[in-house]
């Protein structure tokens, strides 16, 4: 997913239970590191683990 930002207000409103892995492109220079934190977080909770955080990108799978 590229939204350019907005991935931090999409995200929490989004259904991904029928998703087994998503890539996330992250701006934190932009929303701010503490957001970027909370969304890494909804994610987990949403039954995702974080498998990669690299340049940005989170590449995330159903756990």
Not at 9 to 37: F, M, N, Q, W
Request: net charge negative; proline share 2%.
């Amino acid at each position: 997913m590229d939204a350019e930002g907005a991935e931090l207000e999409l995200l929490p409103a989004a259904d991904l239970s029928s998703l087994r892995a998503l890539v996330i492109e992250t701006h934190a220079k932009i929303t701010g590191t503490d957001s970027v934190a909370d969304l890494k977080a909804h994610l987990i909770t949403d039954g995702f683990r974080i498998v990669e955080d690299v340049n940005n990108n989170i590449l995330c799978l159903r756990a």
